[in-house]
């Protein structure tokens, strides 16, 4: 049983992220594991707004909602992002919450689950990398989820076709066993 952390990618209201969120969760859940999301709408985190890097020894955030996400983060023994692109990246609110640690991330195991339209996430994918694991020192599984718009799920994330998103949502969870 692997205790994982499972963040969320997107707080507007109806979002795609709230219909893929729970499939990972069920799957994960399924397979033994111990889940936690870490629902980033209800953390709220500031902005980045500290003096000093995260990758600083001396960093040492005083907000308490940033102490909570980088205790959930030290605690998982592996992270799953549910990431939707927006302009070719990660979520501006993932790449924040990203933003805020620094250590914690290093060797730390992590899953990508991604969608959107031309690479169903996949520019997306290709930066959460560079940040997490050319940056940060994390361990960024080769399998990834890249669910496509009008292939996989709808717009709306409603699943077109099940038997693929469970593939890939399964294969990307593979990685970080
Ligand atoms: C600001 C913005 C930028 C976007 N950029 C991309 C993009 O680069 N590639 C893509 O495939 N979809 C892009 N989209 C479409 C999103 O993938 C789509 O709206 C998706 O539903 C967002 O996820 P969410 O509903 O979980 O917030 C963008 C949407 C927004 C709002």
Redesign the pocket.
């Known amino acids: 049983m692997t205790n994982i952390l499972v963040v969320t ?2 707080v ?1 209201p ?5 219909k ?1 969120v729970p499939i990972v969760e069920n799957k994960l859940k399924e397979q033994g594991d111990t889940v936690t999301i870490a629902d980033l709408a209800d953390l709220n985190l500031p902005f980045f707004n500290e003096s000093v890097s995260p990758t600083d020894p001396s960093f040492a955030p005083t907000n308490e909602r940033v102490q909570q996400w980088t205790q959930m983060v030290a605690n998982a023994e592996a992270i799953v992002f549910v990431t ?6 990660m ?1 501006p609110v993932q790449l924040n919450a990203v933003d805020w640690i620094g250590k914690e991330w290093k060797d730390k195991p992590v899953a990508l689950i991604g ?7 996949g ?2 994918h290709d930066a959460a990398r560079e940040a997490l694991a050319v940056n940060l020192g994390a361990k960024v599984s080769e399998m990834q989820a890249n669910l496509f ?1 009008t292939k996989d799920i709808a ?1 709306d ?1 409603s699943i077109i076709d099940e038997v693929t998103v469970n593939e890939k949502v399964g294969a990307a969870l593979g990685g970080i066993k």
């Open positions: 990618g997107s507007r109806n979002s795609v992220n709230s893929i939707p692109e927006y302009n070719h990246n979520s969608y959107g339209w031309g690479t169903g996430g520019q997306a718009f717009p994330g």
